[in-house]
């Protein structure tokens, strides 16, 4: 079968698949299948560069046919970047989950370190960084999708740090420049280290946790409020 019979027939079939509630599903609406090629893609993109993956081998690899594949995204770009956004999103709930579980700032503030640190060193977002870099002169775009995201970690944190402001905890000017330092703290320099291979594996959790512990009594000692004479 041609690309183009392939697509349309894929179409076809994604349009008349019947959601449980009744009616017809809307080509590429079905998050079951989405779902079902993202999960392949990770799998794909993780096993290789960005350059070597293909779109047959994530068809492949997630069970669907190749016009059903493009029924859900456009290209490699759009597969690529999808799969970052849903992981980042399921990063961002964990994040905000941490700081709002919590009642003592110090506290919720470790948690968030930990959270953030243990993420940003874990194999698939360094090799999901080394992918992005990899073509980032010649695909501008993709990086851009990679980097900015209104609901960001950065934007959860300072919305977070703007409320104990506000509650009188903390005493902050800027407080996107505070969230931006204390992912710094946080990071280390276990990021670096890991993104272009110095460090093999993980840093151990007893040595993320003394840096996380330093990173907040250093936040703490420079914006905790005075205490009311």
Do not use: W
């Not at 994604?14 to 893609?41: H, N, Y």
């Not at 779109?55 to 859900?72: F, H, I, N, P, Q």
């Not at 490699?76 to 009642?103: G, H, P, W």
Request: some cysteine; charged content about 25%; glycine content about 6%.
């Amino acid at each position: 079968m041609s690309t183009n019979a392939e697509h349309t027939a894929a179409t076809v079939a994604e349009m008349e698949t019947t959601p449980s509630g009744g009616g017809r599903r809307v080509a590429g609406e079905d998050p079951v299948k989405r779902e079902q090629i993202l999960d392949g893609a990770k799998v794909i993109f993780m096993g290789t560069n960005f350059d070597a993956a293909s779109m047959s081998d994530v068809a492949r690899e997630a069970g669907v046919s190749k016009g059903t594949l493009y029924v859900y995204f456009q290209n490699k770009e759009d597969l690529f970047a999808a799969l970052i956004e849903r992981q980042r999103s399921r990063f961002v709930a964990s994040i905000r989950d941490a700081l709002t579980e919590r009642d003592d700032v110090e506290d919720a503030l470790f948690h968030f370190g930990m959270t953030f640190c243990r993420h940003l060193t874990s194999g698939d977002v360094i090799c999901s960084m080394r992918s992005v870099l990899g073509v980032i002169d010649r695909m501008p775009g993709l990086a851009h999708r990679f980097f900015s995201s209104p609901s960001n970690v950065r934007a959860v944190l300072q919305e977070y740090l703007d409320r104990q402001v506000a509650a009188g905890t903390l005493r902050i000017d800027d407080t996107d420049l505070a969230a931006r330092q204390f992912i710094e703290l946080s990071s280390g320099t276990y990021f670096k280290l890991r993104l272009f291979g110095d460090m093999k594996e993980m840093p151990p959790i007893e040595e993320i946790q003394r840096v996380i512990n330093s990173a907040v009594f250093v936040f703490m000692s420079a914006y905790r409020a005075p205490a009311a004479k």
